[in-house]
């Protein structure tokens, strides 16, 4: 994947001493500038981690979620190794839905990234996100990361 600048006018994330704050991720490619909704933009080994079936008749309901899921969390996770850090370090997200239901299933993909102890966490149902009704999650984040002294 390759990772993009923020598709308006704001900084991607800021640093304030130790803390790190991200603005919120949608998932859009940025190459193609077109909303992430199939297994197939992702990676293949990304695909089987998210449990692709291969069977239309579930990946085409589940696919959306997980793809949107794994995209928004992959790409804090890039801001924050950018930042000095690693997700670890992310320690607080609010996470936006347009579709509550879709909850579970970004939870799943969720314990990929934070497989011990999970993040601070705070869920909010949303009438629509920007670019387009495609979106169907945006996640935040707030680190802290210590910055080296030298």
Request: proline share 7%; hydrophobic share 40%.
């Amino acid at each position: 994947m390759t990772t993009g600048q923020p598709l308006a006018r704001y900084a991607a994330m800021k640093r304030i001493g130790d803390m790190v704050y991200f603005s919120g991720v949608i998932a859009v490619d940025p190459a193609t500038r077109t909303v992430v909704q199939t297994f197939e933009q992702l990676p293949a080994e990304v695909r089987q981690q998210l449990g692709e079936t291969g069977e239309m008749s579930v990946d085409i309901f589940q696919a959306p979620v997980l793809v949107q899921s794994w995209f928004v969390l992959n790409r804090i996770r890039e801001l924050a190794e950018q930042a000095g850090g690693g997700m670890g370090d992310v320690f607080k997200l609010v996470q936006y839905f347009t579709d509550l239901r879709d909850y579970p299933l970004y939870n799943r993909v969720r314990r990929l990234f934070y497989p011990g102890e999970p993040p601070v966490s705070t869920v909010v149902e949303v009438s629509g996100m920007l670019p387009s009704r495609e979106v169907r999650i945006e996640v935040e984040g707030t680190a802290f990361i210590p910055q080296v002294r030298r």
